[in-house]
C-alpha cells in the first residue's frame, strides 16, 4: 500500500541550513510535494517535484528526489525563524483515485535565534 | 486567480448534533475537489473526494458525509456528531487532472471543529 514517513521533529539555529527527509512506498508515484503549515492555519503549497527529475530549485528551497531509494528531501537555506512550521511531504496517489495525495506525518521545524 | 474559500473558521458544537462545513471555489471550472482531516495527532486523513458534480468517493467509513451541489461546491455532513469527529478540516481542489495544472492541490485555511 502506499505511505509516506517522516521524521517528526527537526530543531536548527537561525542562519544555518535546515534538512527535511521523507520515504514514500508507491514506486508508481508522479509527483511528490512538500507543503508548510503554521501554527492554525491551512497547508500551503511549497514545491513539488516530478518524478523523471533529481533536483529542483526554488530560491532558498532545495528538493532532491532518489527515485531508487524512494527517498524525498527538502533542503531549506539560510533558514529563518519564519520558516518555523511543520512541513509534510506528500505522493500523488492512484489516478483513478481522482489524484488524491498520500501525506507524511509531517517534520516540527523549530528554529532558534 | 483562483481561490479556495472554506466556512465556518470554527465552531463549537455539542454531541449528537448536526454539522455542515462549506466549501468554495472560485476562478475555475470542474475542479477535483477533497476533504481531509487533521487530528491532534498531526497526520492528514482524506475522507472524500469529488472529481464532479454529484460524484463523491468516500476513503473511510465514518460518521461524516459529503456532497456537491453544484460545480465548485462541496460540503462535509453530519447529521449526529461524536466526541471523535472533533478535528480541524480542510478542504482543497486541483484542476482537472486532463491538465499539467491538475498536479497540484491547494488547500482553505481550515475549520477548526471541536465537539462537546
Known amino acids: 500500500g502506499e505511505d509516506v514517513e517522516q521524521s517528526l521533529f527537526l530543531s536548527v539555529r537561525e542562519g544555518d541550513s535546515s534538512v527535511i527527509n521523507c520515504t514514500y512506498t508507491d514506486s508508481s508515484s508522479t509527483y511528490l510535494y512538500w507543503y508548510k503549515q503554521e501554527p492554525g492555519a491551512g497547508l500551503q503549497l511549497l514545491t513539488y517535484?516530478?518524478?523523471?527529475?533529481d533536483m529542483k530549485q526554488d530560491q532558498r528551497l532545495t528538493v532532491l528526489l532518489n527515485k531508487k531509494d524512494k527517498h524525498l528531501s527538502l533542503r531549506i537555506a539560510d533558514t529563518q525563524t519564519g520558516d518555523s512550521a511543520i512541513y509534510f511531504c506528500a505522493e500523488k496517489g492512484d489516478w483513478n483515485q481522482g489524484g488524491k495525495l498520500i501525506f507524511g506525518q509531517g517534520t516540527e521545524l523549530s528554529v532558534k535565534p | 486567480s483562483q481561490t479556495i474559500h472554506q466556512w465556518p473558521a470554527t465552531l463549537v458544537q455539542p454531541v449528537g448534533s448536526p454539522l455542515s462545513l462549506e466549501c468554495t471555489v472560485e476562478?475555475?471550472?470542474?475542479?477535483?475537489l477533497y476533504w481531509y482531516r487533521q487530528a491532534a495527532g498531526r497526520g492528514l486523513q482524506l475522507l472524500f473526494y469529488?472529481?464532479?458534480?454529484?460524484?463523491i468517493s468516500s476513503e473511510v467509513p465514518q460518521n461524516l458525509s459529503a456532497s456537491r451541489p453544484q460545480d465548485r461546491q462541496f460540503i462535509l455532513s453530519s447529521k449526529k456528531l461524536l466526541l471523535s469527529d472533533s478535528g480541524f478540516y480542510l478542504c482543497?481542489?486541483?484542476?482537472?487532472?486532463?491538465?499539467?495544472?491538475?498536479?497540484?492541490?491547494?488547500f482553505g485555511e481550515g475549520s477548526w471543529l471541536t465537539v462537546v
Open positions: 469529488s472529481v464532479g458534480i454529484g460524484q
Open positions: 476562478g475555475t471550472s470542474n475542479p477535483n
Open positions: 517535484i516530478f518524478s523523471n527529475m
Open positions: 482543497a481542489w486541483s484542476a482537472s487532472l486532463a491538465i499539467p495544472s491538475g498536479n497540484t492541490i491547494y
